[in-house]
């Protein structure tokens, strides 16, 4: 038997390969499908981004109010106000969305800003702790966007080469296997259709 790519010319040779196309065209449909899915979840994020800016605009106001509070009671006040807050404890998240790792932080303790006496500094200190929350989405939609962009360009690597290499080679083989068989099929024909003429 003829052979291409190890695989011999016959019949179960061509089922086989008719059947692991299938199971890769399959493979493909499912490979399109995550990585539709992915592009639609980074769109979603992708229109959150812009809120990077708006936030950065946030905590030069609050530095701004700082720096003028700090001149106002004194470094020795703010040192104070910061020995009565508690540490802030947080909590990591981690979770896989359609095989992506994504990670979610949640505080489970926030820090104690009603204990600072000083107005002024209170003040601060709460518009400093909303605007780290805000920072703390941004860093996580951040993360959640550079996840699915990595995942993205893998999936789509993978269903470019399995479109355009993998299948397209398979129906090669598939093609050139029926093409041996139906040679040979003919040959044996031919070659029986002699003895049986020679014998009449």
């Given amino acids: 038997m003829s052979s291409i790519m190890g695989v011999s010319a016959s019949r179960g040779a061509l089922l086989e390969a008719r059947k692991q196309l299938q199971f890769i065209k399959k493979s493909t449909e499912i490979l399109e499908m995550k990585r539709?899915?992915?592009?639609s979840e980074l769109n979603k994020y992708l229109n959150q981004l812009g809120r990077r800016e708006e936030v950065e605009r946030k905590i030069m106001s609050v530095y701004k109010k700082f720096i003028k509070a700090l001149v106002s009671v004194g470094h020795e006040e703010f040192k104070s106000a910061a020995s009565v807050v508690s540490n802030m404890?947080?909590?990591?998240?981690?979770?896989l969305v359609m095989g992506i790792e994504e990670y979610d932080v949640e505080?489970?303790?926030?820090p104690s800003?009603?204990?600072?006496?000083n107005l002024v500094v209170k003040e601060v200190a709460d518009e400093f702790?909303?605007?780290f929350i805000e920072m703390l989405e941004v860093a996580v939609i951040e993360n959640k966007i550079e996840a699915l962009a990595y995942d993205l360009m893998n999936t789509a690597r993978k269903v470019n080469a399995l479109q355009k290499i993998i299948i397209p080679s398979y129906q090669d083989l598939i093609r050139y296997i029926e093409e041996r068989i139906m040679e040979e099929e003919l040959s044996e024909f031919v070659r029986t259709k002699f003895i049986v003429d020679?014998?009449?």
């Fill in 36 to 39: 539709d899915k992915v592009a």
């Fill in 89 to 95: 404890e947080t909590k990591l998240h981690r979770h």
């Fill in 107 to 110: 505080i489970t303790k926030p």
């Fill in 113 to 117: 800003v009603e204990s600072i006496s």
């Fill in 129 to 131: 702790y909303k605007i």
């Fill in 198 to 200: 020679r014998k009449g």
